[in-house]
């Protein structure tokens, strides 16, 4: 009964926000159809959310109304991958268009030269190897055509000061959380505003605080709008939820009251939560609210129709009750096999939603198998851009505006030198992968057909050798060795 009446009170609200935004628009006398701006460009990135997490995905205990109407007032794609299985080289792939057998970083970590520094100091953080002067982003291409430009959220692609810093890489605006290890907690001593660190009231980096680094960015997100809603803007919103640790206000988990019933269990890694279930559910539907306020906003200034949405994860879930999470509860990875830190679908298969009103004809679903990198293109595509270095991407464009044959990719390719070492390739519905190469180089490949083995549990290599051989040989050509990320078993 809770449960019902829950949602009867999330379809009311969206109804009554529809109606609102309607009356605004009709106040200001702002009419149907769009202007003759390019189209503003919000890309929101959840962190370490899997594909079944999402109402529009089948996730039962997390509501997510406002991801959930992108989806229904645009596009849901079903075979859509991250651009690595954790954080930094997935925002690589995701920015500058390229895939893991070319992009710049291929795994988490901290640059030698700072590892040592700031033992002492509450407020240092060694941020991550940083992408170079040389790397072009598509927030550098969107700058050249006249847009505004903000970074909101989690960076992990370069420290403060670094080639990597998101204000040499495009961005007129950066604030946040420059390093990853500075997001593991949601009640930071600090944010960064560009070169400048901003002290948080009330927080000192323990379980609770008084400012909520995920209300910060909402804010933050909202004053850009304003201060660019008569220009084209991108806005790249890069949310650290709901990466751990567990930690939300208090009002958001109340929301749950006993619906969600807690579970026994031994805590290991960050911050532990009371109730880390309903903590868990509570920081993907606070963050959900908070993209409610920035459409409502976009709307106000009755930008909706000038303004497409981008929604998609970083990579999968975490993996199964590391700190406090409950994956298996939630269903987190959906069908998928595999968490975070994996090359099985379930670390790398993401949701993507995509709306652009009067261009993007609601209520569709697409099998189209795509990639992060197909996102650099597809927005420098729609935004009419000039794109004069290579990429691996595609652009979505012909699926989104069902306009012209949508170009297929003759394969998706992947490498981790990490969780054991891992090598990945999807071309049509096979998938070949290897595992535990840093100690096995030799790893046999295993071969998966998605079609009718999605979860990838019967491996067909043995039954389709020259498949094997093929696939293994686009794996060697798929690639050039790293420098910053040598992978033995790979590079030889």
């Not at 309903?278 to 459409?295: L, N, W």
């Not at 959906?334 to 968490?339: D, K, L, N, S």
């Amino acid at each position: 009964m809770v449960r019902l009446m829950k949602i009867l009170k999330t379809f009311l609200s969206l109804i009554l926000l529809v109606l609102v935004n309607a009356l605004v628009n009709a106040d200001s006398g702002n009419l149907p159809g769009r202007s003759n701006r390019p189209p503003n460009i919000v890309l929101i990135l959840a962190d370490d959310l899997g594909y079944g997490e999402l109402g529009c995905y089948g996730q039962k205990w997390i509501e997510t109304p406002n991801i959930d109407r992108i989806a229904t007032e645009g596009i849901k794609f079903t075979q859509f991958y991250s651009g690595q299985t954790v954080c930094a080289p997935s925002r690589c792939s995701l920015l500058t268009g390229m895939h893991q057998g070319h992009a710049e970083i291929r795994n988490n970590g901290n640059p030698a030269s700072r590892k040592n520094m700031g033992k002492d100091d509450p407020l240092f953080f060694p941020g991550q190897n940083p992408i170079s002067d040389e790397a072009v982003t598509i927030a550098e291409v969107l700058k050249k055509r006249g847009y505004a430009t903000a970074a909101i959220g989690k960076w992990g692609l370069g420290f403060e000061g670094s080639s990597g810093d998101p204000n040499r890489q495009g961005f007129d605006l950066f604030y946040g959380f420059n390093c990853q290890r500075h997001a593991h907690n949601h009640y930071p001593r600090f944010l960064w505003r560009n070169d400048q660190r901003e002290m948080q009231p009330g927080n000192d980096r323990t379980a609770t605080g008084q400012t909520y680094s995920q209300d910060r960015f909402t804010e933050v997100a909202l004053e850009f709008i304003d201060a660019n809603r008569n220009r084209p803007f991108f806005l790249y919103l890069p949310f650290a939820i709901p990466h751990l640790a567990i930690q939300v206000p208090e009002t958001s988990v109340a929301e749950f009251g006993s619906e969600i019933q807690e579970a026994e269990y031994k805590h290991r890694g960050y911050i532990p939560h009371p109730k880390p279930r309903a903590g868990y559910a509570a920081m993907i539907s606070h963050m959900d609210r908070d993209i409610g306020k920035i459409m409502q906003r976009i709307e106000h200034y009755g930008l909706k129709n000038d303004t497409l949405f981008i929604f998609t994860s970083d990579n999968g879930p975490a993996p199964a009750r590391l700190g406090g999470t409950d994956s298996e509860f939630f269903n987190s990875a959906g069908p998928f096999r595999g968490r975070k830190g994996s090359l099985y679908e379930g670390g790398i298969r993401v949701p993507l939603v995509i709306s652009w009103p009067g261009q993007i004809q609601p209520g569709q679903e697409s099998d189209h198998i795509g990639a992060f990198w197909d996102l650099f293109v597809t927005i420098a595509d729609l935004t009419e851009s000039r794109v004069t270095t290579p990429t691996d991407g595609i652009s979505l464009a012909p699926t989104l505006l069902q306009k012209d044959r949508q170009d297929q990719h003759e394969y998706l390719y992947w490498e981790f030198p990490a969780y054991g070492g891992q090598q990945a390739i999807r071309k049509g519905d096979y998938k070949a992968i290897r595992t535990g190469l840093l100690k096995n180089p030799g790893a046999k490949v295993q071969l998966y057909n998605l079609s009718d083995d999605m979860a990838e549990t019967n491996n067909i290599a043995v039954e389709h050798p020259e498949m094997v051989k093929h696939l293994t040989q686009l794996m060697r050509d798929a690639r050039t060795p790293s420098p910053t990320f040598p992978f033995a078993a790979l590079d030889q």
